[in-house]
């Protein structure tokens, strides 16, 4: 599966004091239009399946192809993540959104969890997007080891 390519997204959601957690993510896709579903397969053995959970909420940040520096630091050591992209915290959940590198964030409620072998599929309803309006840079994508953008 390595040489096939996929969008690149950050999941990003933030435990009851509001510290962010979030990794890179390929292994997402749209579920369902009517409820909107998404799912998102979480690795079992890192620190955001635990949280997430928990929150029940998390953000699919869809990168852009200027999106790679936010990519390359959420596949990297957790502890410089939130330290080396610009985020914010939702105002009302205090989720973080990596806004200034994806093209697209959803916001999404926990709606179902299925364990997978080493991996936790987590189905979420999407309660909220926030799609840029600038043409700017297609998605990023992740394929053979490499990053590159969607082709204007």
Do not use: K, Q
Not at 15 to 36: H, K, V
Not at 42 to 55: H, Y
Not at 77 to 99: H, K
Not at 127 to 148: F, I, K, N, Q
């Amino acid at each position: 599966m390595g040489s096939h390519a996929g969008a690149v997204a950050v999941i990003t959601t933030a435990d009851e004091r509001g510290n962010p957690y979030g990794f890179t993510c390929t292994a997402l896709c749209s579920l369902s239009l009517d409820p909107p579903l998404l799912l998102v397969c979480v690795s079992n053995t890192g620190r955001t399946l635990p949280v997430l959970v928990e929150r029940g909420e998390f953000v699919v940040n869809l990168l852009h192809g200027r999106g790679r520096r936010a990519a390359e630091a959420f596949a990297g050591r957790t502890a410089e993540r939130f330290s080396s992209v610009p985020w914010e915290a939702a105002p009302d959940s205090g989720v973080p959104l990596l806004r200034e590198d994806s093209h697209t964030l959803a916001r999404c409620r926990v709606d179902r969890l299925h364990p997978a072998g080493d991996h936790t599929i987590v189905i979420g309803e999407v309660v909220w997007t926030d799609a840029s309006e600038e043409t700017g840079p297609g998605p990023l994508l992740y394929g053979r080891r490499r990053y590159v953008a969607w082709p204007d």
